[in-house]
């Protein structure tokens, strides 16, 4: 079988996705369940109704793109990523994984290929945690490791709960049956661009990931005191923007001095109350993002966190209340999807190295459900999340057709 990825017609329909975008570009933002993810929505639908796929949205507006197989009652064969993306993001990210996977596809559709199992483009809802707090929502419903109550509950910054934003957008069904049959899929795979450097340095253009890294996430409230910023004296003041400062350096030097590179911990949002210039900020609240290859290594982590918060509250009179949005264990890629990945690459006499993925994805929440695998491409300086994230189209059609390859080894 003689694969020809349409490489140009991918990289055109990434430019194309790219422009759904609420920020100026090269920056996307396109933020769940907003009039401009809603219309890449459709269009990808479009594009995907176009290959022929007999298309299906669930309750969260998770979309399943499925080729039926000879054996339409067999376990599916499931690959895809997402389109959602983070405020002043990139055009890759995800993004490949869709309408790489489609590629793949298609691919795999002109060379007369029949798969015995279906082949089936997922398009994740809400895996970016902008919106909600928690990122893979989608991923997290369908493979039931959180539960329909729990998600509809969760609130956005203009405090509605998932469950108006969802059915403001048209998803009206019931959330209890996001949750796939067990069995559902054979095997997943999701093709990304690795957001890290490793694959870059080495000169490898190809990344077979043997596990995924657990993240976890916090939302933090720090109450202090305010005031005015000329009369209240410093002996007395109780200042949470401080307070925060001081817990923010304690949180980087938890993640240093954890013994190992892996652990990373990031505050990325940080809002003051009042915000005022002439005004001590009486209330702050923030995020912490906390991820390691190793789940004792992050607990650790966590646990020295929580002791430099109690000691900040004392020293600063301040009151810091922290709730955990997500604790997630690693996961394992599953050994049939790497070789897969790895006989494909070898047929091609493509180099390939076997990676740790940090940055999470919805694979780590299928792979709780279903032999699980990812495939990564480099993207520019590791660059991600930022408007300059960049992967070559050359590299990115030598992922598809692997990709390919791997969904037609997996479903003959
Ligand atoms: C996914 O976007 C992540 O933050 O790892
Ligand atoms: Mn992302
Ligand atoms: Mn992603």
């Not at 396109?30 to 309750?59: H, N, Y």
């Not at 793109?65 to 002043?88: E, F, K, L, Q, Y």
């Not at 029949?114 to 895996?127: D, G, M, Y």
């Not at 050994?335 to 780590?364: G, K, N, Q, T, W």
């Amino acid at each position: 079988m003689k694969l020809e990825i349409d490489q140009q017609r991918l990289n055109s329909e990434i430019e194309t996705l790219a422009a759904f975008s609420d920020a100026e570009p090269p920056a996307v933002t396109r933020i769940v369940f907003t009039p401009m993810d809603l219309k890449a929505r459709a269009w990808v639908i479009s594009r995907c109704e176009e290959a022929g796929l007999t298309m299906r949205q669930d309750a969260i507006g998770n979309i399943f793109a499925r080729w039926s197989g000879a054996d339409p009652s067999a376990p599916a064969v499931g690959t895809g990523s997402h389109i959602d993306a983070i405020p002043n993001a990139g055009k890759y990210d995800g993004v490949v994984g869709v309408l790489g996977g489609l590629e793949a596809t298609r691919v795999l559709q002109r060379s007369g290929f029949r798969p015995r199992n279906s082949i089936e483009l997922l398009v994740f809802a809400t895996e970016e945690p902008t919106r909600f707090g928690i990122g893979c929502l989608g991923s997290r419903l369908l493979s039931g490791t959180l539960s329909a109550e729990a998600a509809a509950k969760l609130k956005d910054r203009d405090g509605e709960s998932v469950d108006e934003v969802r059915r403001k957008a048209g998803f009206n069904g019931n959330l209890q049956e996001v949750k796939l049959p067990k069995g559902y899929y054979k095997a997943f795979v999701e093709l990304h661009i690795e957001q890290g450097p490793l694959l870059e340095r080495a000169q490898i253009s190809l990344g077979i990931v043997k596990s995924i890294a657990a993240p976890a996430s916090l939302r933090i409230s720090i109450e202090g005191a305010g005031g005015h910023a000329g009369g209240v004296l410093m002996p007395d003041r109780k200042d949470a923007l401080c307070a925060a400062a001081d817990l923010i350096l304690a949180i980087e030097n938890a993640a240093r001095s954890s013994g190992a590179a892996d652990t990373v911990a990031t505050v990325g949002v940080c809002d003051v109350f009042p915000g005022a210039v002439n005004s001590i900020p009486s209330r702050v609240g923030m995020t912490l993002d906390i991820r390691d290859t190793d789940l004792a290594r992050r607990d650790g982590a966590m646990q020295t966190i929580e002791r430099a918060s109690h000691n900040i509250e004392v020293e600063r009179h301040v009151s810091i209340h922290s709730e955990i949005l997500n604790a997630d264990a690693p996961a394992d890629c599953a050994p049939e999807v790497r070789a897969a990945l790895s006989d494909s690459c070898r047929e091609h006499e493509f180099p390939f190295l076997e990676i740790m993925s940090r940055a999470y994805h919805d694979s780590l929440f299928v792979s709780r459900i279903a032999p699980t695998g990812m495939l990564f491409i480099p993207c520019r300086s590791g660059y991600s999340h930022r408007p300059d994230e960049y992967a070559a189209p050359e590299d990115i059609a030598r992922g598809a057709l692997v990709l390919a390859e791997s969904l037609a080894k997996l479903s003959a």
